[in-house]
């Protein structure tokens, strides 16, 4: 039996970004009425539901891998950063504990953006695995976006060091995965078959820089000018949607406080 793979197009690249930005405009625009409606509850509980649903590949992978042996489980554990940061959506929206939207704001965005630009799925757009891929990545940037406009999420220095520990972190276990089960967690593989160059081919210009362990430090590379752009984006859309606060007015949680 022939397996068919689809080749992403301009179209597939182009579309999640357009999605993505409208939800961010619409969240600008209508903030106040979502923040004095029941939609400010309800819309946190959406976003729980649909990555959980939308998740539901990644864990089932899990358990069918188990289930054959505990080496095979343990090359679809959900340490790709993107399929943490799933899971970091998860526990934030289950637990309300700051610290999983602390790590989740940056790292989010930052792997949206990087699987739109550079997708890895080979799913055809007639195909369930094809919207998965995608709305689950989607949801990665609404979810930090929703928080920051309707929810006074601040982000500061603290948060963006929070980002860099822990990337580093996630990064340190993924290698370690990678080097003891033959897994290619966070594209850092050192078989050079599926690390970052399979996404970023500028290998022809910088050849260690494509492999092992050079790819790295390519990451590396990537890492500090991603982040810190991000944050300055952040920062600017604070300072924009930033209001006057009335006297005496008290915002609970992670909102601000007079």
């Not at 505990?70 to 993107?82: I, N, R, S």
């Not at 997708?119 to 369930?128: G, I």
């Not at 050192?190 to 092992?212: C, E, R, T």
Request: net charge neutral; charged share 15%.
């Amino acid at each position: 039996m022939m397996i068919l793979t689809y080749t992403m197009t301009l179209i597939d690249t182009l579309w999640p970004i357009v999605f993505v930005g409208l939800i961010t405009v619409l969240l600008i625009v209508f903030k106040e009425g979502i923040r004095q409606s029941v939609l400010q509850k309800i819309i946190p509980y959406f976003f729980l539901a649909m990555i959980i649903i939308l998740e539901l590949n990644t864990f089932a992978n899990i358990g069918i891998g188990f289930y054959y042996s505990e080496m095979t489980g343990l090359v679809f554990l959900p340490l790709h950063l993107c399929s943490i940061s799933a899971v970091l959506i998860m526990l934030y929206l289950s637990t309300k504990k700051e610290l999983f939207l602390d790590i989740l704001i940056i790292q989010g965005i930052v792997g949206a953006i990087v699987t739109f630009i550079f997708p890895s799925s080979t799913a055809a757009p007639t195909t369930f695995e094809y919207w998965r891929f995608f709305l689950s990545h989607t949801l990665l940037f609404i979810v930090p976006v929703y928080f920051i406009i309707i929810e006074h999420k601040r982000v500061d220095q603290r948060i963006l060091k929070i980002a860099f520990v822990s990337v580093h972190l996630f990064a340190a276990i993924a290698v370690l995965f990678n080097l003891t089960v033959g897994s290619d967690y966070m594209y850092l593989s050192p078989d050079n078959k599926h690390n970052l160059f399979a996404f970023i081919p500028v290998h022809q210009v910088f050849p260690f820089l494509g492999q092992w362990p050079g790819v790295i430090l390519f990451g590396e590379l990537l890492t500090f000018p991603v982040y810190f752009s991000v944050y300055y984006i952040i920062k600017k859309l604070q300072v924009n949607l930033d209001e006057p606060i009335k006297e005496g007015v008290y915002y609970e949680d992670h909102r601000r406080t007079v």
